[in-house]
């Protein structure tokens, strides 16, 4: 059965420290990789996606993600994290029949 | 463009009763919705799939005499919870997909349902 899997449950970073957060799927065919982002008390937004094409994805608000397919993963970044990202991000995968799977979510604090 | 909303946004109710839950696409017409849950700091757990007229398709474990789904029109899908228990209370999110072909789903703000 199609799995995601986020490596950390809750990160703690200071302002304008670098972020990664892993992701990694299990699904052989073809996938389609999201990102979300839950802020506090808010419903879930959209931060980027990768359908197909250049495996290096920038979404809203200064964050990226990389696709590497060889290990089933799509990692995201963020080169200086501001206090303002402190919420809850989810990784997603959908495969050609539309339902997503998510991950278990990581929650990311950002002492000012 | 591509607005979900819900309503309502939260309810409060007591054991036994139903409580329905509305889905709208608001500047889209949607051909599939789906509901999730969400668990206090836990991941959303995907419910069913809705299709505009016809049945919803269930996840394993979801009772869907229980939790019965309508997909009426191209903008609306209700949810009912059926004599709601306290172990029903939970964050309940619906997103919809605008037309077909596509993968990106749209979501609502969530819906927070308190049996008591």
């Known amino acids: 059965a199609q799995s995601v899997s986020q490596h950390n449950h809750h990160v703690i970073l200071s302002e304008a420290a670098s972020l990664e957060l892993g992701c990694n799927y299990s699904?052989?065919?073809?996938?389609?990789l999201f990102w979300y982002v839950q802020y506090p008390g808010q419903h879930l937004q959209l931060l980027l996606k990768?359908?197909?094409?250049?495996?290096l994805v920038k979404g809203i608000k200064g964050f990226e993600a990389e696709f590497i397919k060889s290990k089933f993963s799509f990692n995201l970044r963020k080169p200086s994290v501001q206090w303002s990202d402190t919420a809850e991000y989810f990784c997603?995968?959908?495969?050609?029949?539309?339902?997503?799977?998510f991950g278990q979510g990581t929650e990311l604090s950002v002492k000012p | 463009g591509a607005v979900v909303s819900q309503h309502p946004s939260w309810v409060i109710c007591k054991s036994g009763t139903s409580v329905k839950i509305e889905c709208r696409s608001l500047d889209f017409q949607a051909t599939t919705m789906f509901w999730y849950r969400q668990f206090p700091k836990q991941s959303l757990m995907l419910m069913a799939t809705s299709n505009e007229g016809s049945k919803a398709t269930y996840e394993q474990g979801v009772e869907k005499d229980k939790f019965l789904i309508n997909h009426a029109s191209l903008t609306l899908s209700t949810l009912t919870v059926t004599s709601a228990h306290p172990e029903d209370s939970s964050f309940y999110i619906c997103s919809a997909i605008p037309g077909r072909g596509s993968y990106e789903q749209y979501f609502g703000p969530g819906t927070r349902l308190t049996v008591t």
């Open positions: 990768y359908f197909s094409g250049d495996p």
């Open positions: 997603a995968v959908t495969n050609q029949g539309g339902k997503l799977i």
């Open positions: 699904y052989g065919g073809t996938v389609n």
